[in-house]
């Protein structure tokens, strides 16, 4: 169990849809990413937040939104979903911001049918 | 541009056998490398990691890194592979950007055990 908790486990919904994803990072964990994994892409950042910050953007889609709150959980919102958004989308915490160790949720398979 | 290639995509060892995972990098900097292990359903477990110094690195259930920077590889190994040890291995490197550091993760490797 890395500390990192993800729900809801699994989501099922239609294409056009939107969705939220929540993540709970390590307790004393500043950072969280985003990470999408598809069977074609492979392990795609998304996004990272330090804090409440944006702090890094990767192949992140403009229909794909996400924040950070005060108590640093975060949320990822996908809207407009297509078939191809369907994924294993994983939550990863650190402690800092600098090459630290990052430790993952256990995800949240999203099927857009 | 920042990559990481695991060139085999699947690797099928007997139980007991040793085993070495390739990882190259592309990077022109110190990289910061890891290796991940993801069992199926499960998130990503880190396996090990080098920042600096020895390049020989220990991770966790009996696994081993080296880095060899004039070969830019970071290749996995273990002496003895346990048939619990399938699984998908990603290596990765935390490549510096806009103050902060992400990490870009190889395609992955799936390792079947044979009993």
């Known amino acids: 169990d890395s500390g990192v908790t993800q729900t809801p486990k699994h989501l099922i919904t239609a294409t056009g849809q939107r969705v939220t994803l929540r993540c709970s990072p390590r307790s004393g964990d500043l950072s969280v990413y985003w990470y999408q994994q598809s069977l074609d892409q492979g392990l795609q950042f998304l996004i990272q937040?330090?804090?409440?910050?944006?702090?890094a953007k990767g192949n992140i889609l403009e229909r794909f939104s996400a924040q950070q709150f005060p108590d640093l959980h975060s949320e990822l919102n996908l809207s407009s979903l297509e078939l191809g958004d369907s994924a294993l989308y994983f939550c990863?915490?650190?402690?800092?911001?600098?090459?630290?160790?990052?430790?993952f949720g256990p995800g949240t398979r999203l099927t857009v049918l | 541009a920042q990559s990481v290639t695991q060139p085999d995509i699947h690797i099928t060892v007997s139980e007991g056998a040793s085993l070495e995972l390739r990882c190259n990098y592309s990077?022109?900097?110190?990289?910061?490398l890891f290796w991940y292990v993801q069992s199926p359903g499960q998130g990503l477990q880190l396996l090990l990691k080098?920042?600096?110094?020895?390049?020989l690195v220990q991770g966790i259930k009996g696994f081993e890194a080296e880095f060899k920077r004039s070969q830019s590889s970071f290749n996995l190994r273990k002496p003895s592979v346990h048939w619990s040890d399938a699984a998908e291995y990603f290596c990765a490197v935390a490549v510096a950007t806009s103050g902060t550091y992400k990490y870009i993760f190889g395609t992955g490797t799936r390792l079947k055990v044979l009993a």
């Open positions: 990077y022109g900097a110190t990289p910061y």
């Open positions: 080098y920042f600096s110094g020895d390049t």
């Open positions: 937040y330090y804090n409440g910050e944006e702090r």
């Open positions: 990863a915490s650190s402690r800092g911001d600098g090459a630290d160790t990052q430790y």
